[in-house]
């Protein structure tokens, strides 16, 4: 069974960056739809940045200009790479891989703090 890891996360001060990383056990090639989402505190889920497999990418609005979604599918790797980060991206950051998967990484912590 294919398993997604989150790597990346942790401590940075407002106006910083962080890349965040999400490793396959498996191939993603055939995946059409991979994405992040994040959760904060007594929140709930959305979705931060999505990638298909032709590339194409959405982010939700509060974060574009800022990050940056990417995959790579000889490593089996997506990628967000976040920059001028404010308070309010703190979340705990999860991964996710479409069909024909349909799995969930354990998330990764954000935290943006002075």
């Known amino acids: 069974q294919v398993q997604l890891v989150e790597s990346g996360g942790g401590l940075v001060q407002p106006g910083g960056s962080l890349r965040l990383s999400c490793a396959a056990s498996?191939?993603?090639?055939?995946?059409?739809?991979m994405a992040w989402f994040r959760q904060a505190p007594g929140k709930a889920r959305g979705l931060v940045a999505s990638v298909r497999g032709d590339n194409s990418t959405n982010y939700t609005n509060s974060v574009k200009g800022r990050f940056v979604i990417s995959r790579d599918n000889v490593k089996n790797t997506l990628y967000l790479q976040m920059s001028n980060l404010k308070p309010e991206d703190t979340a705990l950051y999860y991964c996710f891989a479409g069909g024909p998967y349909n799995i969930w990484g354990q998330g990764t912590q954000v935290t943006v703090s002075s």
């Open positions: 498996g191939s993603i090639s055939s995946v059409a739809f």
